[in-house]
């Protein structure tokens, strides 16, 4: 029983290790094309150690361009955005779990239209309205799209989760006389936490990541953000691939790291959100 | 004055954020269908010709558009039921905990959270025709020169970079299955594969639905990846609904008919997502 | 500042612009344009440096009250913000566009039509090449000056010659065709190009004596479907069946690209421009290429002219200070600074001043003088989908060439009878 018990778990590990390397194989590679210059990059066969290595596209990203302000800018994007929708999502979450009114549903749906729709038929309409109302060319015209953008998954992720809460919880403060906003914020916020921890990481990687409005809407160079600058990268004559992993590689960092700091509240937090799906 | 006050909490916590989500979104979803009744002149100012339907006319008989079509429900056939098998076997190997668990989740969910465009060069350059996969698997095939093989690697882009996220759904419904019943199936003599057909699937069935629903819209709104891939070469032959649809409205300026696609692609996957809807709900009271 | 000839254009600028300044109305306290462009995309900073260092300091020191702000934009997005722009209103004052944006923009009515509102504009236009102008004609008005110019000539490897055991890059179809076999023994495709758009088979097709419509731009059936065309693509497709073209052409995007193969050793003979010059110093150092007309067929040797234009948007506020930097695209300093960073010039008096600074340039101005101009017509880019995938099938063996070119033929026919 045993023995079979110990070949089954070989077993197991075996095929996670060989899935794991199918699914890193491809970083792995990026990481040794950012090292390469442009003359071995295409070489057969392909290198995995890059012979001979070089520092040169990340002394040119991180030096030369002024990579670091785009980091700056998205991170204040980013961070602002997500807060700002995690907020509102999590209010607007706990108001249609929480409460019966009429039309609920009706805006629910509404709400999970903004899933389906694709998103670049947006920006133009969007851009004219962005310009009525002065939000052209600055980072807080990037945070208030991007914080409506997010809304609607947030909201769906969460509202099933709210929905999981144990009601007795909620009456037994209702007795003790707190109001409908205390319940919010010292009951239902720090019970959600690992719902918060997914729609974190999620909108995070959502507007690290968003390149089409970004694109659209900043025009300075002292407002771009990373994916921008990734982009300008790629020339139609010719793409310097060392150069644009390099930029990726680093431009990687920090989702990596906000995953890393919120996964371990990230299960908890789908299951109680999927299971309501 | 007492009948408007159940209705003002809710409101409260909903107000903000549908107000920033009805100026922000639907406020410019529905200036894009307006506009898909025009022949649209974008230019601040110009008068554009209203046309009713006949945006939507065309797009019946666009050939191209249902070639796109078509390479879309392709991708998306071929893309999510792998991502919900392979998702939930990694899940399924990964629940028992040990010291390498955080390790190999963190390893499986690399992919998601690297950007799309990054992850489409790198396929790019791994499915060419000097790339790694020709390398590794001996072979000397042209993957982007057709069709066919170039929807492979395109596929073959959207399952690995999509196996972690439904792994990650999976291993959370995974441990809401009761265990009380897994060993109650054991007692009763029942093998791994009878526990897991009658006591597991039908525990995560609801969360199947949700991870089913979301990979379908995300797999006909495939875009980023085509675009990076091939962008429809050989002459438009992997051309996806939303590629068909960029180049119609940004290169050739045809923002009337663009959003009459987009429209059209938001009601088919609405369908879809109310048939799936009903299709898991079945499943799971029956 | 080496470079005597420069500070001379500087010093004929200043004075050139002091006797406007007295001439034109006075400019309204500072203002600020800007100016959107490709020039730093693709990891290579040249052109923008030369920009943002050299020619708009230089206009600024001339230029006491005007500002001037460059903004760089990704290439394969500038048309698309160009686009939501124009929506909004909010266009800049300048942008380098591509020759085939003018017609798209001027047919939206987002351009100023210079001809009509830059009094000095014959001026301008006459010191220009005339094959370049015409790309900033649309409808019987110019919208734009060239600024830069390029065409395609044929870039050969010596290696590939070499392994070949042949002298010469091939200076006929005949010679390409003949030069196929030896190279693809030697294991060369003997050509090798990224598509099947205009810009990539208009060089063949006039080389062959043949044209895409007529020289009224009303009608392609009876000219695309031409014998001449149908011997020319037929020539290019035997070669493709015989694999001495790779699949490259049909838009295969795993192929290695040309401006890699060539110095990797993959192709012998592909069309490039001029500005591959500085890209290959530096990524492939011990690459040298060989620069030649393009093979000459019944038509001779007939390249494709590109390059960019400068065009002033119509809702510009500042357009007087938005026609100085257009004067100043034209003057010496920043034509011939421009030429350092591997641009052609679009002015025929400083070609011996580019000659010295590179040679290899001379075969480019010599296939210039030859050169034409993709189709002036607003949809330009359908005519690009169009020849592209219909040509496909030729290639493919789908369809036959004549049958091809036939149905391009008629789908061009139509976009031309809706413009």
């Not at chain 2, 882009?157 to 996220?165: M, Q, S, T």
């Not at chain 3, 730093?40 to 001339?62: C, H, R, V, W, Y």
């Not at chain 3, 030859?370 to 359908?382: E, M, P, W």
Request: aromatic letters at 12%; glycine letters at 8%; charged letters at 15%.
């Amino acid at each position: 029983m045993s023995a079979q018990a110990r070949a089954l778990s070989s077993l197991r590990i075996v095929t996670l290790t060989i899935g794991a390397m199918v699914m890193i194989t491809p970083f792995l590679y990026m990481v040794s094309t950012s090292f390469k210059a442009q003359q071995y990059v295409l070489k057969v066969p392909p290198q995995f150690i890059p012979d001979p290595a070089t520092l040169s596209n990340y002394q040119r990203i991180l030096f030369k361009d002024d990579f670091g302000l785009y980091f700056l800018n998205s991170l204040i994007v980013s961070v602002t955005s997500t807060t700002l929708s995690v907020l509102l999502s999590a209010m607007m979450a706990y108001g249609f779990a929480r409460y019966r009114f009429p039309g609920r549903e009706w805006l629910f749906r509404i709400l999970l239209l903004g899933l389906m729709i694709p998103a670049m038929m947006l920006i133009v309409p969007q851009f004219v309205l962005a310009k009525w109302l002065g939000l052209i060319d600055s980072l807080p015209g990037l945070i208030v799209f991007y914080v409506a953008g997010t809304l609607a998954l947030n909201t769906f992720l969460m509202r099933g989760f709210f929905e999981a809460l144990p009601q007795e919880l909620d009456d037994a403060m209702q007795i003790d006389g707190a109001n409908a906003w205390r319940r919010f914020i010292t009951l239902a916020l720090p019970l959600a936490r690992p719902a918060l921890a997914t729609a974190t990481i999620f909108t995070f990687l959502a507007t690290w990541d968003e390149y089409a409005w970004a694109l659209t809407s900043i025009v300075s160079p002292e407002n771009k953000t990373l994916p921008i600058a990734v982009a300008l990268l790629q020339g139609p004559r010719g793409t310097q691939w060392g150069l644009v992993f390099a930029a990726s590689i680093i431009a990687i960092l920090p989702v990596i790291t906000v995953f890393l700091i919120f996964q371990r509240h990230f299960v908890q937090g789908l299951t109680a959100g999927a299971v309501k799906g | 004055m007492h009948s408007l006050r159940p209705w003002l909490t809710p409101a409260l916590f909903v107000a903000p954020g549908f107000l920033v989500y009805t100026a922000f979104i639907l406020y410019p979803m529905l200036q894009a269908v307006i506009i898909s009744l025009y022949d649209w002149k974008i230019v601040a100012g110009a008068t554009s010709t209203f046309l009713g339907l006949a945006n939507y006319v065309r797009a019946f008989n666009d050939a191209h558009l249902w070639l796109s079509l078509s390479n879309s429900a392709i991708y998306m056939l071929f893309t999510v039921p792998p991502q919900i098998a392979l998702g939930l076997g990694i899940a399924l190997l990964l629940q028992h905990k040990s010291p390498a668990q955080p390790l190999f989740r963190v390893l499986y969910y690399l992919p998601v959270v690297t950007s799309w465009v990054v992850v489409s060069l790198l396929f790019k350059y791994l499915f060419a025709d000097r790339g790694l996969i020709n390398f590794l698997l001996g072979l000397q095939v042209s993957w982007l020169s057709e069709r066919g093989t170039a929807l492979v690697a395109i596929c073959a882009l959207g399952v690995w970079k999509g196996i972690g996220w439904s792994m990650m759904i999976f291993i959370a419904a995974l441990q809401g299955v009761p265990g009380s019943l897994i060993e109650a199936a054991k007692i009763d003599g029942a093998g791994p594969w009878q526990r897991f057909v009658s006591v597991t699937l039908p525990a995560i069935w609801p969360t199947m639905g949700f991870i089913s629903i979301m990979l379908v819209i995300g797999g006909l709104n495939v875009f980023t990846s085509v675009q990076a891939i091939t962008d429809g070469a050989p002459g438009g032959s992997t051309d996806v609904v939303l590629t068909h649809m960029y180049r119609t409205t940004f290169a050739f300026l045809d923002f009337g008919y663009g959003s009459a696609i987009a429209v059209l692609l938001t009601v088919l996957v609405f369908a879809l997502s109310a048939f799936q809807l009903r299709f898991f709900r079945n499943g799971a009271t029956s | 500042m080496s470079f005597v000839p420069t500070r001379r254009g500087a010093l004929l600028s200043v004075a050139a612009v002091s006797a406007l300044m007295l001439a034109s109305p006075v400019l309204a306290q500072d203002v600020t344009i800007e100016f959107w462009g490709s020039y730093g995309n693709g990891g290579n900073s040249t052109q923008q440096d030369a920009l943002n260092d050299t020619l708009i300091p230089a206009f600024e020191a001339a230029h006491p009250g005007i500002k001037v702000k460059y903004v760089d934009v990704p290439y394969d997005s500038l048309l698309q913000k160009l686009t939501t722009s124009a929506a909004g209103g909010e266009l800049p004052d300048l942008v380098r566009a591509d020759l085939g944006w003018v017609p798209q923009f001027a047919d939206l009515g987002v351009l100023d039509p210079l001809s009509d509102t830059m009094p000095d504009f014959q001026a301008l236009a006459d010191a220009t090449y005339p094959g370049v102008l015409a790309t900033n004609l649309y409808k019987g008005k110019y919208y734009g000056l060239p600024l830069d110019t390029n065409t395609r000539v044929l870039v050969t490897s010596q290696a590939a010659l070499d392994a070949a055991g042949l002298s010469a890059p091939p200076a006929t179809f005949d010679e390409l065709k003949a030069a196929a076999p030896k190279l693809k023994e030697a294991g060369f495709s003997v050509f090798a190009d990224g598509g099947l758009g205009g810009w990539n088979i208009l060089p063949w097709i006039w080389s062959g004596g043949g044209n895409i419509t007529n020289p009224e731009i009303t009608k392609s059936s009876g000219y695309l479907d031409s014998a001449e065309n149908i011997a020319t693509v037929r020539m290019l497709v035997d070669l493709y069946n015989a694999g001495s073209i790779p699949n490259l052409i049909i838009g295969n995007q795993g192929a290695t690209g040309t401006s890699d193969g060539l110095p990797s050793g993959e192709y012998a003979n592909i069309f490039d421009g001029p500005w591959m010059a500085g890209i290959w110093r530096d990524q492939y150092p011990d690459f040298t290429p060989i620069y030649a007309p393009i093979p000459a067929g019944p038509g001779g040797s007939v390249s494709v002219v590109g390059g960019e234009d400068i065009v002033v948007t119509a809702s510009s506020p500042h357009k007087e200070a938005a026609y100085e930097f257009v004067r100043f695209t034209q003057s010496e300093l920043f034509q011939v600074e421009m030429v350092k960073t591997g641009q052609m010039t679009v002015l025929p008096a400083y070609a011996d001043q580019q000659a010295s600074i590179a040679p290899f340039y001379s075969t480019f101005s010599e296939q210039l003088k030859t050169a034409k101009s993709r189709l002036a017509i607003a949809q330009g880019g359908k005519v690009d989908g169009i020849l592209s995938a219909e040509l496909t099938k030729a290639f493919t063996g789908e369809a036959s060439v004549k049958d091809a070119l036939t149905a391009a033929a008629t789908q061009i026919d139509a976009i031309l009878a809706a413009e």
